[in-house]
Every structure is written in structure tokens, then in C-alpha cells.
């Protein structure tokens, strides 16, 4: 068996690996020192990492980020359009009192009111769905990075899992 090639694990450079190295065995990449084991299966040849506790620890930091943002996710959730649409109603309320149950005549004085009621009700619809968006838009912030956070752990879980074979 000739000298095989396999990349680094970590900066992707090739190591070459002569056939004298079997399987377990130590190879340090001469890029980045980084030291790993030596996986024969059959002809084939593939390189792990031989230390995974800078794997572990990284993905422990994922995990921590990831309690965090699903933390943030879940408050952003717990305050999602409460109380804001009931400005609206008030005003609405306001004018049906005053022509329903106050007996106000239709003059231009109860005309201004009701305009200013609209614009009031515009301007709080337009705050609501201001708020409503962006805190749409920061809910789908953090599950996609949630998401983003999840993938990178699975594929270190996948490589301290293959490290940990040999
Ligand atoms: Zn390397």
C-alpha cells in the first residue's frame, strides 16, 4: 500500500498518510498542528480528530446559545399583540356612546369628533401593525438562527461521534 491522502479536519489542507501508520494511529497536521487518528477502512483512509474536547466545548456553547435564543423566542411570544388593539375599540366605543346613548344630534362639532376618532384609530392601526411586524420580523430572526444554531451543533455531535469510534 502506497501513501494515501486525507484533509485536515480542521483547515482542509492534505496530509498525506504512509502506509505504516494503521488504524488509531496519531497524524499531526502540518498547517495547524491539529492531531488526529488514523481511519482505515479497508483501502480507504479518512482522518478524525484526536482531541474532541475543543469539539465538545464549542458545542456546548451552541447549546448555551441555543437556550438563549429559544429563551428570546419564547418572549417575544408572551408579548405578541397584547393590549394594543384595544386603543382602536375605545375610540370606536367613544363614538358609539356619544351618538347612541348621549342622544348627540349629527352637527359639524360631533363631525370633527368622529374625524378625529378615525384619525386616532388610524394612527394606533398603524402603530399596531407597526409593532405586529417587527416583532414578526424578530420572531423569524431568532427561529431562523435557532435553526442555523441546531445544524452547526448536529454536525459536531456527527464529528465527536466519528472521533470517538476509532
Ligand atoms: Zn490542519
Excluded at 393590549?83 to 375599540?89: E, L, T
Aim: aromatic share 6%; charged share 25%; proline share 2%.
Amino acid at each position: 500500500m502506497d501513501t494515501q491522502k486525507a484533509r485536515c479536519a480542521e483547515c482542509r489542507t492534505e496530509i498525506s498518510i504512509p502506509a505504516t501508520y494503521a488504524h488509531g494511529d496519531h497524524v499531526k497536521c502540518a498547517t495547524c498542528g491539529t492531531r488526529h487518528k488514523v481511519v482505515r477502512s479497508g483501502e480507504a483512509v479518512r482522518l478524525v480528530l484526536a482531541d474532541t474536547g475543543p469539539l465538545k466545548e464549542a458545542l456546548s456553547n451552541y447549546e448555551m446559545q441555543l437556550s438563549r435564543l429559544e429563551a428570546e423566542l419564547r418572549a417575544a411570544r408572551a408579548s405578541f399583540g397584547v393590549g394594543v388593539p384595544n386603543g382602536i375599540g375605545l375610540g370606536v366605543a367613544y363614538a358609539i356612546w356619544q351618538v347612541g346613548f348621549r342622544d348627540r344630534q349629527i352637527s359639524m362639532g360631533l363631525l370633527w369628533e368622529v374625524v378625529a376618532v378615525a384619525v386616532l384609530s388610524g394612527v394606533l392601526m398603524e402603530l399596531a401593525n407597526y409593532f405586529f411586524l417587527a416583532k414578526r420580523k424578530a420572531m423569524s430572526r431568532l427561529s431562523q438562527e435557532i435553526e442555523e444554531v441546531e445544524a452547526e451543533a448536529r454536525a459536531l455531535q456527527q464529528k465527536i461521534r466519528e472521533a470517538s469510534r476509532v
